[in-house]
């Protein structure tokens, strides 16, 4: 096989796994996406149940970025307090660790009975949850026979020496790595998509230890983009509050990490020699350190973030009050 169609081949297989995340969203939107985000909602008048039920949905929905639309849009609305709204994003963090660990373990085989499954789900009426459900399933099943196809397609790729040379040149600069992982998840909408990538690169040793741990900040740092983009939009300071207070955190969590990353890849690979499972591992281990951090400073968090977006003020606003000028004390009608 030449080195193009190898190539081709990965392409189509990443393409696959981009493919069957975007099908597990969808089908869980459809099927719960009211109630989750009823049950966002309902949980963010307290910042522990915040961060539980930010973990939830999204693990549900495996995408930080509709739980984080979800978020902003309540706190924009000025419906709950900016530090539960913070907790949500952090559990959303936490959320999308968890599929990344079920699927780090040799369960592909299960793959063509979770295609079949779904298939006969999808098959029942249109209106139904189950209907739904199977989209979610087919697309649970298409994650894993993208990454089982990604493992056979690294070998012939691990041993190209003009990609050896190139990843070699990479990881000599672990900022640029993750710069263009971040550049990814954020045009892939998903960070669950290219940590699941990076594993299968770490799997075949085309990723060394460092790189792969540089590629996963790089998708956890992406995956924030896209709120504070969205947030943007609005034009409204206040609605900046939240997707760049995740954004600064995440940020954070990066420079830390990358400073001490021979260290963090040492102490990694010393839980779990396996390169897959030491992604996966480091993955969850990030997400949760910077909750863990950050929770209990929420409150002081959420007043910086104020301070930095202020309230924007209307002129012409009828409800905003009018002070007398203190020069007419001299002049009196």
């Not at 924009?76 to 949500?88: I, K, Q, R, S």
């Not at 209907?131 to 397609?153: P, Y």
């Amino acid at each position: 096989m030449s080195f193009f169609t190898t190539l081709l081949d990965f392409a189509g297989f990443v393409a696959l796994l981009l493919w069957g995340t975007r099908m597990v969203q969808t089908g869980v939107q459809r099927a719960f996406g009211a109630r989750l985000r009823s049950l966002l909602g309902a949980a963010l008048n307290n910042r522990v149940k915040a961060f539980l039920a930010g973990v939830g949905v999204t693990a549900a929905l495996q995408s930080s970025t509709a739980t984080g639309l979800m978020a902003s849009g309540f706190a924009a609305a000025g419906l709950v307090e900016l530090a539960p709204a913070l907790a949500v994003m952090l559990g959303a963090n936490v959320g999308t660790t968890l599929i990344v660990q079920a699927l780090s373990f040799d369960i592909a085989a299960v793959a063509p009975v979770l295609v079949l499954g779904g298939v006969v789900m999808f098959k029942r009426d249109a209106r139904s949850t189950i209907h739904d459900l199977g989209r979610a399933v087919i697309g649970v099943g298409l994650m894993l026979l993208a990454l089982h196809h990604l493992l056979d397609v690294m070998t012939p790729l691990a041993a190209a020496p003009g990609l050896r040379a190139a990843l070699a040149t990479l990881a000599a600069n672990p900022v640029l790595i993750v710069c263009l992982s971040a550049l990814v998840a954020w045009a892939a909408h998903s960070s669950v998509a290219v940590v699941l990538l990076t594993m299968s690169l770490a799997a075949k040793g085309v990723a060394s230890p460092e790189a792969a741990i540089a590629l996963v900040l790089g998708a956890n740092l992406g995956a924030a983009i896209n709120p504070m983009l969205e947030s943007a939009s609005r034009g409204e300071p206040a609605a900046r509050r939240l997707p760049m207070g995740n954004l600064i955190n995440r940020a954070l969590g990066v420079a830390i990490a990358l400073a001490a990353l021979p260290l963090v890849a040492h102490a990694t690979a010393a839980i779990d020699p396996d390169p897959a499972r030491s992604v996966a591992n480091f993955h969850s281990l990030f997400n949760v350190a910077l909750a863990m951090i950050f929770l209990p400073l929420l409150n002081p968090y959420a007043d910086l973030l104020r301070k930095l977006f202020p309230d924007r003020v209307d002129a012409a606003d009828p409800a905003r009050p009018l002070y007398l000028d203190a020069s007419a004390r001299e002049t009196p009608i």
